[in-house]
């Protein structure tokens, strides 16, 4: 098949191989997608998409790429790809052009599948992504019909809402959401079985400007994925980066782990295969949600244990030991949240390291209690779990928030326990929540507005739009 390229006509009318003056026939394809970037993720999205019926027009300047396309070839190796391209092109479903209005016309919906590098300085190159939109809103601005851009590179969270729908509305003279829609589509192949996660990918995610945008593209997944996730577009967005933050981490760490085990005799992948198989706390949803930091009397201590075992066995873990400080930093950006509202007095809910506990053992809440009390602010405390006499005779002596000044924090503690979450709240400017506790909840939900509230806990599910109320990761 030739490459199709009608730059030169402008054609506004469905041109694949349609000879001119003939009327369209019902089409046989399940819609039309334009695909810009026809590297890695845009040359499998075309064969894919063709293979499920949608008709493709491909857009890439590098024209060995287009010409060995409307040739059914790709220009890189991934196993099954050129059979389904040139599937595709044999049955017409998939064509090339060097012209974004041509593709645009031709086309409800664009994939822009384009290079996002490194910068020098390690931030996100966007300069092509932000050509490919000024090039579409152009070609949107003759076209009536509404229009959907779908960026499916990975862009910092923020990009489509901020930077690449504004080039577009300025553009095209519309509106986003009315006169065309964007979203962002994260693509989560993996090269070398890219054909294979099109039809299991491990999700789906539609970030859209607006509902209709997002009904054309789950419609475009029917019978592939019909569980399509719907998030906000900066969701969407962040979620890619954060999903591949966590393969890094996890290699990383398995290979700290597997560095560490080497020297101490043992096996990894036996290690690793028991790991694994714990899909209750290892390979889970557990522990995965932002809050507050750490602490008991396993955690900081095995951690710390791991940490000292490498050292000794001369092991490089900078992994593992990184994270000490890590939950260091979120005991200081608790306290900086705290100093923010400039309290006279704070009601701290929740002190042991947990909900349902009386373990004080290196609770981060004691760490924040001293902070606080070094600075000086009249803190009172409450929790239903706290008994005083255990606390102050084992957990706060063996706790390293009480370790250091365990004496101090032991005689203090007995002056700031409040009787009650109410009397505590009452007492106070401002609340800290450590623990999602209703009983808790109810306490400042009578106050609210009156108290600034620092939430911990995320205790609401819905972040409430109090004045006053801040979330530490939300
Ligand atoms: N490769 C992967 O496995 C993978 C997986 C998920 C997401 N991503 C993301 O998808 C994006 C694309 O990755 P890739 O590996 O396919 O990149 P790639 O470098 O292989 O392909 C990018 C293509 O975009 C083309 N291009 C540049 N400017 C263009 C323009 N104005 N109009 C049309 N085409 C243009 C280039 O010529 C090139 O062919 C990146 O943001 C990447 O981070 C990649």
Known sequence: M??????????????????????????????????????????????CLADTNHRVVGVDPDVRKTAMLANGKAMMVEPGLDDLLS???????????????????????????VGTPSREDGSCDIGYVEDVARSI?????AKKEFHVIAFRSTIPPGTCRQILGPIIEKESGGVMGE???????????RECTAIEDFYNPPKTVVGASDERTQGIIADIYAGVDDNVLFTSIEAAEMVKYVDNTWHATKVCFANEVGRLAKACGVDSHEVMDVFVQDTKLNISPYYMKPGFAFGGSCLPKDVRGMSKLARTMKVDAPLIDSLHSSNDGQIMHAMSLVQRTKPRTVA??????KKGTDDLRESPMLTLLEMMIAEGLDVRVFDENLDLDTALSHHLAHSKAGSGNAG???????????????????????????????????AVEARKGEVRVVDLARVWPEAPAWPGYDGICW
């Open 179 to 189: 006169d065309f829609g964007i979203a962002f589509h994260p693509e989560f192949l």
């Open 348 to 353: 701290l809910l929740g002190v042991t390291f």
């Open 408 to 442: 101090g924090l032991a005689a203090e503690m007995p002056k700031l326990v409040a009787q009650s979450a109410v009397e505590a709240v009452n007492a106070a400017d401002t609340v800290i929540m450590a623990h999602a506790d209703p009983a808790f909840a109810r």
């Open 87 to 113: 599937k595709g092109v044999g049955a017409e479903l998939i064509g090339v052009s060097a012209d974004a209005e041509y593709a645009v016309f031709n086309s409800t919906v664009s994939f822009v599948c």
């Open 2 to 47: 030739s490459i199709i390229d009608l730059a030169s006509e402008r054609v506004r009318r469905e041109t694949f191989n349609q000879p001119k003056g003939k009327p369209a026939a019902a089409p046989a394809y399940k819609s039309s997608i334009s695909v810009f970037g026809l590297g890695y993720v845009g040359a499998v999205s075309a064969a």
């Open 137 to 141: 809103g152009k070609a949107i601005r």
